[in-house]
């Protein structure tokens, strides 16, 4: 098996790859901080190896500014190729609750396996993590007997065999709070709260984007927000980062895009306000050089 992730894509897949003994992964460009699907069909036409062989990893919700690379054709070269497509969906599965921003993952319905970590957009435990795949065959690999977890007899008996339903045996019951989450507040209500969200991301773009003080990146594709202010130089932006953590005002995160670096924003928390924003560009704007 030969993987192939784009630029972009989160530092754990290679990490994985190695973990597994894998070939070293094939990494295809990102020019525009998603998947090129061009320089993706180049890679899988010149990798050597049989149909069936090659693993592309797309990202839908980059690490660094939540893109959501162009799944529907990632999708359709997977095919052409006879390669198995696995998505990264670990930041922007949570629009698939939203009525108006699920469209954000057409494609994502042709993946063989999707990766959802529900501590970002479905407010729940950081290992609350799910892996979800298309065929029911592929979780045979964790299938396993051992006499004092999951004894034959006692399994015919009815008690749960728990020893297949997760790569690890002993975790927390994180599962059981997603499925109260879900109960308690359906899709309809966990997509409210991620249409306030990116809703918030929207206002703070636009406040950024108003403020002849600022640089935006672009506007938000889900819920964060890449900005600096425009006579800070690199270092300088580390420095503001750095400044307001210390100081326990704000807790920004950094990106490096385009051969600069950014401030990052995630909005996360529904409660937030427009007068919250609002100041957070203000304290960016007074540890920012003039």
């Known amino acids: 098996m ?43 036409t010149e990798l050597p190896g049989q149909r069936g062989h090659f693993l592309v990893a797309a990202t839908a919700g980059t690490t660094d500014a939540g893109l959501i690379d162009p799944l529907t054709d990632i999708a359709d070269l997977c095919a052409t190729h006879g390669a198995r497509l696995h998505v990264d969906a670990a930041y922007g599965a949570g629009l698939l609750f939203s009525d108006t921003r699920r469209t954000k993952l057409h494609g994502l319905d042709r993946a063989d396996s999707v990766a959802l970590d529900l501590h970002k957009l479905g407010w729940q435990p950081a290992a609350a993590g799910l892996l979800t795949v298309r065929d029911r065959a592929d979780t045979a690999a964790l299938r396993h007997r051992a006499d004092y977890l999951n004894a034959d007899d006692d399994t015919e008996a009815g008690l749960p065999d728990l020893l297949g339903r997760s790569l690890r ?41 108003d403020h002849p003080g600022f640089e935006l990146y672009d506007k938000p594709a889900i819920s964060t927000v890449l900005f600096r202010p425009t006579d800070a130089d690199d270092d300088h932006i580390a420095h503001i980062r750095r400044k307001l953590l210390i100081d326990g005002t704000a807790v920004l995160g950094r990106a490096q895009l385009d051969g600069r670096r950014w401030l990052k924003v995630t909005l996360l928390n529904p409660h937030t306000r427009p007068e919250d924003l609002a100041a957070l560009l203000t304290l960016v704007e007074g540890t920012t050089p003039r």
Request: hydrophobic residues 50%.
């Open 169 to 209: 045996t002993t975790r927390r019951p994180d599962a059981l709070k997603i499925a109260v989450t879900l109960k308690a507040l359906g899709r309809a209500g966990l997509g409210d709260l991620v249409d306030q969200v990116c809703d918030h991301a929207r206002e703070f773009a636009d406040l950024v984007a």
């Open 2 to 44: 030969h993987l192939l992730v784009g630029a972009n894509a989160h530092h754990s897949l290679r990490r994985a790859a190695w973990l597994l003994g894998l070939p070293e992964p094939v990494t295809v460009p990102a020019p525009a901080g998603v998947l090129d699907p061009a320089a993706l069909d180049e890679a899988l």
